[in-house]
């Protein structure tokens, strides 16, 4: 009979347990709570999901706007470029309308420590124009005064219309 008894004890127990748990007082708030937290993991998870997905978009539009910066930059740059013209520096050689005229193009290389004015000045387009009497002339002269040893380049000489002869200027009074 004691037994039975502690049995059925135990029984009311077991179930009291099983059923009634809600109404242990800190029973209830410990499952909320867990309920709680397990909830709050989930949405961090979810966010740190949108937090990666936000950021790789905004390095992507971060990589594409220095892309478009950087060829702006460039456009930019070659825009400026194609609207600076270089003059055109004419060499004359030998006495003006006397004989032929003859025009070639020339460069200098110049070395890596070379004056501004220098730069300056052969940065520009450069070309020879050589008063002889022949072809042959044209080119003894301009290689004796534009020498290669000097790092001098002549082109290709070709015969030119002589421009149209300036009025003499006159001597101010």
Sequence with gaps: ??????????????????????WLPDARRRSELAASVRQAHADLKDSQKRVA??????????????????ALREADEAFAKSQRVLPTLVHVLGDVNVGGCFRAPIAKALPANAEVAQLTLWGCNNVVDVWAGDLHAARTLAARQFPPKRGYTLGDFVEIQPPAAAEPRQAAA
């Design 1 to 22: 009979m004691l037994l039975s008894a502690l049995f059925a004890v135990a029984v009311v127990l077991e179930a009291f347990l099983f059923i009634g748990k809600d």
């Design 53 to 70: 997905d936000a950021r790789a978009r905004l390095m992507a539009a971060v990589d594409a706007a220095e892309h478009r910066r950087s």
